[in-house]
Structures are given as C-alpha cells and as structure tokens.
C-alpha cells in the first residue's frame, strides 16, 4: 500500500505541477506540500479533499488503500449490443489495454471495419476504488463521427467488467447498449448475451431539436 506522501508526490509530478503550484490550488503554502510528501504531517481532511480534487485521484487513492494487485493490462475480448440498419446485433472483437495506474488506454483497432457496419476506436477508461470504470472512446478514424462515454464495473478478482455505452452514432443520433470485457470470447459472449436478455434494449432515439 502507498503512503499518502508518496501518492501526492507521484500524482503533483504526472500532472507537472511544483509544490508551489499545488499548494495554490489547494489552499496551502510550498513549505506545507513539502511536508507532506516527506510524511513529516498529514493533511486534514477538507485539504485531502482539495488535494484529491487538484490531483484528479480519490480520496481512498489518496489515502494508499486503493486495492493492489488487480492488473488489467493485455489482450481482453469486448462485446458490444449495437445496431446496424435498424437490426440489433452483437460486435465481438479483441481490445488491447494498457493499464499505468488507474488509467487505461483502449485499443480497439482491431474491432471491424466500416464497411462491415463497425469501425476502429480508441479510449480511455479510469479505476475508480478498484471496482468502476469510467471513461471514453471516439471514433480512430476521423471520418467516422462516433464518440462516447463508457461506465463498467469490475469484477472482483479482475476478471472481466460489465457495463454500458452511450455515444454518438455515425447517423448522428445518441445511443446506447450493453457492454461486456472479458479475457476469453466465450466468457464475454456469455455475458453480453445475459446482460441484453435480463436488461432488455437500451437503445434511445431522441428527437432532434429543430
């Protein structure tokens, strides 16, 4: 488990910000944010706070006591509930994701292609307490106009995450459907196929303001 000094250090450094900058936004001087990263003091509670807000991290990330050892990096399968021309269907392909703490970069370039009614994407999602994930994707092909958000929850042990989508579709309508990560293709086929009988269709089509 980290300490609290060494979380405010690593996160002030990634966001490129001197002891000086983060006790500004946070309400406190140089000498203090020095403090506590040597772990000579611990901030009160309305300073964590601050300093979880000014360094993008939880409070429970920022306390150390996020849950270690659940490693999402590698090859996974995604399965999504989308349509094409108006038919419901089932897009199944390999995401890649990189994980460098609680962020994960999503590679789903090798998802189909347009012409096969899919398209590439890529994203980004966030660990949050070691059981949600919340994030992005957008069309890798610029043409494509697709983009969205994403919302999982992660099983326990790491290995695999249900969830959902909504975005933008290409015809320019928002959508959205059941998603499922898991590291086998039967595994998350199983999933998707459970999640859209139990749940239904979470298809939306709202009407366009004129």
Same mark, same amino acid.
């Given at each position: 488990?980290? !300490?609290?000094?060494?979380? *405010?250090?690593?996160?002030?450094?990634?966001?490129?910000?001197?002891?000086?900058?983060?006790? $500004?936004?946070?309400?406190?001087?140089?000498? $203090?944010?020095?403090?506590?990263?040597?772990?000579?003091?611990?901030?009160? =509670?309305?300073?964590?706070?601050?300093?979880?807000?000014?360094?993008?991290?939880?409070?429970?990330?920022?306390?150390?006591?996020?849950?270690?050892? *659940?490693?999402? $990096? @590698?090859?996974?399968?995604?399965?999504?509930?989308?349509?094409?021309?108006?038919?419901?269907?089932?897009?199944?392909?390999?995401?890649?994701?990189?994980?460098?703490?609680?962020?994960?970069?999503?590679? &789903? !370039?090798?998802?189909?292609?347009?012409?096969? &009614?899919?398209?590439?994407?890529?994203?980004?999602?966030? =660990?949050?307490?070691?059981?949600?994930?919340? &994030?992005?994707?957008?069309?890798?092909?610029?043409?494509?106009?697709?983009? @969205?958000? =994403?919302?999982?929850?992660?099983?326990?042990?790491?290995?695999?995450?249900?969830?959902?989508?909504?975005?933008? !579709?290409? !015809?320019?309508?928002? *959508?959205? &459907?059941?998603?499922?990560?898991?590291?086998?293709?039967?595994?998350?086929?199983?999933?998707?196929?459970?999640?859209?009988?139990? #749940? @239904? #269709?979470?298809?939306?089509?709202?009407?366009?303001? #004129?």
């Amino acid at each position: 488990m980290s !300490s609290t000094a060494d979380v *405010i250090r690593r996160a002030r450094e990634g966001k490129k910000l001197s002891q000086e900058a983060l006790g $500004t936004l946070v309400g406190v001087d140089k000498r $203090t944010i020095a403090r506590y990263e040597s772990n000579e003091s611990e901030p009160s =509670l309305s300073t964590a706070a601050a300093l979880a807000a000014a360094l993008d991290v939880s409070l429970s990330e920022l306390a150390g006591v996020v849950p270690q050892g *659940i490693d999402l $990096t @590698g090859s996974w399968w995604a399965a999504w509930q989308t349509w094409l021309d108006d038919v419901e269907r089932v897009d199944v392909h390999v995401l890649e994701m990189a994980q460098d703490g609680p962020v994960l970069a999503l590679d &789903g !370039s090798r998802a189909r292609s347009v012409a096969e &009614g899919s398209y590439e994407w890529r994203g980004e999602m966030r =660990l949050w307490d070691g059981e949600s994930l919340m &994030g992005w994707y957008v069309a890798s092909d610029g043409a494509v106009r697709s983009k @969205g958000s =994403l919302y999982f929850a992660v099983n326990p042990h790491g290995s695999h995450m249900v969830g959902s989508w909504v975005g933008l !579709s290409q !015809s320019g309508l928002v *959508i959205r &459907g059941w998603g499922a990560i898991a590291r086998e293709r039967d595994h998350v086929e199983r999933l998707i196929a459970e999640l859209v009988a139990s #749940n @239904g #269709n979470l298809r939306v089509w709202p009407t366009r303001p #004129n």
